[in-house]
């Protein structure tokens, strides 16, 4: 008979995570996605947050103490997957409950390597008035090889369900979607759909005020204006913006030609590239066509 396994907070965590997950990946690499970037961030520190509560007071498969596994289970249990005698589990399996840990402390450290980045790079955050610049710049590296880290821990994620749902014959992402298995009655698990609404409501609006607590620490400085005075060291005093070393950093791969196409005519007309400028601003350049 069909049972419920999987409740809905625990299928809800589950998509919304591994959609902020690729979210954030997919915007990682260009400026012009920073704020989409950021968000998928929040919300999956967020969804973390619910998750670990919920692991004490969720469903029966939900909680830690269901696949609480140590290495040597799991390292045992990949072992009986090569040699065919591994038993079905209607909730995590010793190989994936290990995965399930790796995520979550993954996704704990992205979120909160991101939000040092953040603060140090950016000046913004809720962490903007505590990180330097130059712990920034340093955890911009941890960052990308936690998310490196988690990208492949996820693939081998997905290469497990695939298996186990082929040795089984049951389709496990179907499950995670319906929250239904293949078991006895006394296997279901029960539903407190009051308490995870609430939860997760909660966890959802603590990730958008984290977003919208991203101002500048500076008030009305822009992100260009706060990185540009960061890159300047103390003994120099540029009269020229295009003179600091953000500027020219942010600017060195774009031909000299450009710079002399009629609707720029120099360095110093921003506007022509940052339409937003005006504004204060400058949100990424988008440079005129010839």
């Known amino acids: 008979m069909k049972i419920l396994v999987w409740d809905i907070p625990t299928r809800l965590f589950h998509w919304l995570f591994a ?9 990682s690499d260009s400026d012009s996605w920073l704020n989409v970037h950021v968000f998928s961030g929040y919300l999956m ?11 004490f007071i969720g469903g029966r498969y939900a909680r830690f103490t269901s696949f ?9 249990y990949v072992l009986q997957v090569v ?11 010793p190989a994936g409950s290990w995965a399930i840990y790796l995520l979550l402390t993954l996704g704990l450290l992205a979120g909160l390597s991101g939000m040092i980045t953040l603060g140090g790079q950016e000046g913004q955050g809720p962490l903007a008035q505590w990180v330097p610049y130059w712990a920034g710049e340093a955890f911009k590296e941890v960052h990308e090889a936690v998310a490196s880290i988690m990208l492949g821990v996820v693939v081998l994620h997905l290469a497990g369900v695939a298996l186990e749902s082929w040795r089984h014959r049951e389709n496990l992402p ?4 319906t929250g239904l298995k293949d078991g006895t009655q006394g296997d279901a698990t029960p539903s407190r759909r009051l308490l995870s609404a609430l939860l997760l409501l909660a966890a959802i609006g603590a990730g958008t005020v984290w977003y919208f607590s991203g101002a500048p620490i500076t008030g009305g400085e822009h992100d260009a204006g706060y990185k540009i005075s960061r890159s300047i ?5 540029p009269l020229r913006i295009t003179e600091t070393p953000y500027w020219q950093g942010k600017h060195h791969d774009i031909a000299a030609q450009v710079w002399n196409r009629p609707q720029v005519g120099s360095r ?17 350049a988008k440079l005129p066509r010839a």
Do not use: Q
């Not at 959609?19 to 915007?27: C, E, P, S, V």
């Not at 520190?45 to 692991?55: K, V």
């Not at 179907?174 to 979607?177: D, G, K, L, Y």
């Open 19 to 27: 959609g902020a997950f690729t979210l954030a990946w997919l915007t």
């Open 45 to 55: 520190l967020s969804l973390l947050g619910f998750r670990l509560i919920w692991g």
């Open 68 to 76: 609480l596994y140590n290495w040597k289970e799991g390292v045992a």
């Open 83 to 93: 040699t065919g005698n591994a038993k079905r589990h209607i909730g995590h399996n």
């Open 174 to 177: 179907r499950a995670m979607v």
């Open 233 to 237: 060291d103390s003994r120099e005093t």
């Open 268 to 284: 110093a007309n921003c506007v022509a590239c940052h339409r937003d400028a005006e504004l204060n601003v400058f949100a990424p």
